[in-house]
């Protein structure tokens, strides 16, 4: 029998919780990305905005 203060389902649900504020470790859309290839999308995007800042303020 297990005991009534904590099963392995309250375990589980708490490690859930603490990723939420971890990052998105688990791969649900509920965090925002803090791998790789999040890292990779923010810095084109912050890339091409240069772009077009610098080509609207030349035209």
């Not at 392995?8 to 504020?21: K, L, M």
């Not at 923010?42 to 077009?52: C, I, K, M, N």
Request: hydrophobic content about 40%; glycine content about 8%; overall charge negative.
């Amino acid at each position: 029998m297990r005991d009534a203060t904590e099963t392995s389902d309250d375990a589980n649900g708490a490690r859930r919780a603490d990723d939420e504020f971890a990052g998105d470790r688990d791969g649900d859309d509920d965090a925002e990305s803090t791998g790789p290839l999040a890292r990779a999308e923010a810095a084109v995007t912050e890339a091409v905005g240069l772009v077009v800042d610098a080509v609207l303020d030349a035209i």
